[in-house]
DNA sequence: CCCAGCAATTGGATCGTTCATCTGAACGTT
DNA sequence: AACGTTCAGATGAACGATCCAATTGCTGGG
């Protein structure tokens, strides 16, 4: 049986034509077995995937692709990494498309773009030539031109982010619940005791960050927590955490607990308790968001909320599988559950009111 | 002119035979206007080029492969991140393989896999297809069965890391001088006033661990520095990092500077460093390798080397278009140098004898 | 024995492009 | 004027699959 396996230097790949002949029927037949396989008898299908086998074969996806009008191929734009501060998050994202989309018969499409236009521009291209059937968009935010830009053009896609400010949405998204996230580190930081907890976001009008924001303000408000003096608002970055982090427990009524917008601001925010000659954890304690690689990495541990990135891949494949089955009934909404991943930033231990401690000095 | 941007709603991608018609010539000459335009008459080829851009017409990717039997799609496996510890390298590469295939007319496909046999599976998928042109492979190591089975199935491939441990290797490679950049450290280290420079190395038979070993061996000789009982091998991680520094500093002759083979070591090493109540970049510097985002985050920064990943990327892709040109007199090696980035861990100070220092206790 | 009815199978047309080949005109040479 | 050469452009034939309508084979009823 050495045979089998040895695959004479001349021939090329195998077509459908040459399987057809091998196994005795039509071009058909065979591509009934690969695509319709009820429709042949039990003995035919065997003698046609026994051939299949043999030659090794596999349909050839340019021709596939040029009758069927479809690519099986996603599109998706490679996000310029913010790696400077907390990065991986996209990176984890990337993993599981590739297997859920593999899973599903599709193939991913990487991308990058400078920006959402050079973005739109790639779309363009990618449409034009028919490369993609279906794009998957990341990181949506208020203004957004390439969800219109993408319904006007008909094409296909998900966004994983919901189109913030948007009402009447045509498309289908998958996001994470931020607020739900924050509103847990509230909690947590309540139940360890703390009960001035600040929070250190965006400027106005960043969806992800309001979003962020709203959960902390709802909790605190839940458990009649006080909230006055206690949000910061900055670009995202570790300098600008140090900076907003240092106004903050330098104010009369300092807060002993911060909840940050995003683990570069957490991580600035842990500078700022340590400069003071204080621990992390202990005499403030930090929550950061998205639980990047660099939270486990650093000293202490930094407690983060993670994103269930697995289950936004799934989700973003299989919702775009739907829409280019072309049967949507309406566009479909996602909100998943981040996760509070606990680590000494914010460990359980005594508390100490360090308003009136630094009083005592 | 506003009919310019108008398109029919019931017209469908605009065809080859479109263009032709609107144009007053045949498809042909549309083809040629498009691929070959120096065969057309500059008169000619402006009226066509008119009608390409009032229709917005772009080749149809299937039926161009179809015909020409390439695919102008490169694959990449996306590496299993080892996120958990340093990361970063392999997004860039990413980013950057984007770009430059881009830039060359070519689209990247992106599939993950979990180990080598999974890999060749999905090669065999991808080349069975049709789905690829070419290949790029990363993380080659010692017994790597990957490169065998692409050549022997006659696939087109270039290789990121040097075919560790072979001969008359049959492909094209591109690695990064590991044995450069540790011998760039030790140098670095020496000028700074030390003497006695450790390496935290990876087991034996890692040909990347080996590689940088070498250039730690090459430059403490060259520069007449002691070795004995300087070196320490382990898996690559924080943990093992650690417990090798630890080792280290605690034998009789320790040493004051620790080049590591990984970021992850180095931020080992720079704990057990602190174990002891000294700071890396005073009584003990550290140089890592990758410049992984952490090594800019954590505090102190930690000196490391930097890969030259943007230009690996640009070699790595026009390699592979010289060897998807069909035309390779013969396989390619291209070694790059990586570049130290000084941080505070090993930043200019007074030399302490941290050895005496101890013995004066 | 014949034929309707149904399922399995077949062959031609087609997707949109490029390749190979051909036509015809322009041009220069003898 | 006859000839060969070059060049712009046109035509038919692929590339390898799937769609569609037609055909074959089989079963069972009259």
């Known amino acids: 049986m050495d045979v089998e396996e040895r695959r004479e230097p001349t021939s090329k790949r195998p077509t459908i034509e040459m399987v057809a002949s091998r196994a005795g029927v039509s071009r058909q037949t065979v591509s009934n077995a690969v695509n319709a396989p009820h429709r042949l008898r039990p003995g035919t299908l065997a003698v046609v995937r026994a051939a299949i086998d043999e030659l090794g074969y596999r349909p050839s996806q340019a021709a596939r692709s040029l009758r069927t009008q479809s690519t099986r191929v996603i599109g998706c734009r490679l996000l310029p990494g913010n790696y400077g501060g907390t990065g991986g998050v996209l990176d984890r994202l990337l993993h599981s498309l590739c ?142 955490g140090r900076a907003l982090a240092d106004q903050l427990l330098d104010s009369a009524r300092p807060p002993s607990a911060l909840v940050c917008v995003s683990d570069a601001m957490a991580i600035g925010a842990m500078r700022a308790v340590e400069d003071r000659g204080w621990r992390p954890g202990h005499e403030v304690s930090v929550v950061g968001f998205d639980d990047s690689p660099v939270a486990s990495v650093i000293r202490p541990g930094l407690s983060s909320l993670r994103q269930p990135i697995e289950a936004v891949a799934n989700q973003l494949v299989e919702t775009l599988l739907v829409v280019l089955s072309g049967r949507t009934p309406r566009p479909e909404r996602t909100l998943l559950a981040p996760r509070l991943v606990v680590r000494e930033s914010s460990g359980s231990r005594e508390i100490r009111q360090i308003g009136t401690a630094a009083e005592a000095r």
């Not at 991913?108 to 449409?127: M, R």
């Not at 006007?152 to 045509?170: H, Q």
């Not at 709203?214 to 003096?229: H, I, P």
């Open 99 to 240: 297997d859920t989309a593999r899973s599903n018969g599709y193939d991913l499409l990487t991308f990058s773009a400078n920006d959402d236009d050079d973005e739109i521009g790639v779309y363009d291209d990618l449409l034009r030539r028919n490369a993609v059937d279906g794009i998957l968009l990341t990181n949506t935010h208020h203004g957004d031109a390439r969800p219109d830009w993408l319904l006007e053009r008909g094409a296909r896609f998900v966004a994983f982010g919901r189109p913030w400010g948007r009402r009447g949405v045509k498309h289908s998204w998958i996001d994470v619940d931020g607020a739900r996230g924050t509103a847990e580190a509230v909690a947590h930081l309540a139940r360890l005791g703390h009960t001035r907890i600040a929070f250190l976001g965006l400027p106005e009008g960043n969806g992800v960050g309001d979003d962020r924001l709203a959960g902390w303000q709802r909790q605190t408000q839940q458990l009649r927590l006080a909230t006055k003096g206690l949000l910061g608002r900055a670009e995202d970055g570790i300098a600008s």
